[in-house]
């Protein structure tokens, strides 16, 4: 059974600076790309970043220059650094992975079940 769990959220104030980490678990034979997601209340849920298995990263306009993703094959597990936060970052982050679970030979999507990151003003 695999697994996504995320850790790392929590209360700051703006300006301030956060590290989300979710780690997959589980049989695993691969993970292609790994993605951060966020929503925000009474908000569709939106893409924040991704990476791929290459380390090839992608970021919603709004995070861009503030967030940093990054990953650890060896390890499964990808973070989201997260600086200069605003309260409009307010929004429950959720991790998302293409994983490829043995004895698979396709890949199937995964969700971690969010992480709440709240920014006072």
């Known amino acids: 059974q695999v697994q996504l769990v995320e850790s790392g959220g929590g209360l700051v104030q703006a300006g301030g600076s956060l590290r989300l980490s979710c780690a997959a678990s589980?049989?695993?034979?691969?993970?292609?790309?790994m993605r951060w997601y966020r929503q925000a209340p009474g908000k569709q849920r939106e893409l924040v970043a991704s990476?791929?298995?290459?380390?090839?990263?992608n970021y919603a306009i709004s995070v861009k220059g503030r967030f940093t993703v990054s990953r650890d094959n060896a390890k499964n597990t990808v973070d989201l650094q997260m600086n200069n936060l605003k309260p409009e970052d307010t929004a429950v982050y959720y991790c998302?992975?293409?994983?490829?679970?043995?004895?698979?030979?396709?890949?199937?999507?995964?969700w971690g079940q969010g992480t709440q990151v709240t920014v006072s003003s």
């Open positions: 998302n992975a293409d994983i490829r679970p043995y004895p698979r030979d396709y890949y199937s999507n995964y």
């Open positions: 589980g049989s695993i034979l691969s993970i292609n790309t």
């Open positions: 990476i791929t298995s290459g380390s090839s990263t």
